[in-house]
Nanobody
């Protein structure tokens, strides 16, 4: 069984900061790319940021310079540091991980989602 548990969401004022965490546990051989997606009401889910096992990162244009994705491989945890938050960042944020269950079998896992609300 593999589970991703997210934490760190909440309500923050415009310009404030939040740090999201997502920890993977269970029958894991290795974790490849981990990332964060978000979905606002009435909008499609979008990739916010991702990070490979070796630490190569990618951030959506809308969050570059404000958000930073990182990971701690020893803890099987990915983080999203969110600074200079804007009301348009309000969404449910979902953790995603591409996990090798065996050396040849990889599949996607998703966290339960955590609400981030930025007040104007």
């Amino acid at each position: 069984q593999v589970h991703l548990v997210e934490s760190g969401g909440g309500l923050v004022q415009t310009g404030g900061s939040l740090r999201l965490s997502c920890a993977a546990s269970g029958s894991i051989f290795s974790i490849n790319t981990m990332g964060w997606y978000r979905q606002a009401p009435g909008k499609q889910r979008e990739l916010v940021a991702s990070i490979t096992r070796s630490g190569s990162t990618n951030h959506a244009d809308s969050v570059k310079g404000r958000f930073t994705v990182s990971r701690d491989n020893a803890k099987n945890t990915v983080y999203l540091q969110m600074n200079s938050l804007k009301p348009e960042d309000t969404a449910v944020y979902y953790c995603n991980a591409k996990i090798l269950i065996t050396i040849v079998y990889e599949r996607d896992y998703w966290g339960q989602g955590t609400q981030v609300t930025v007040s104007s």
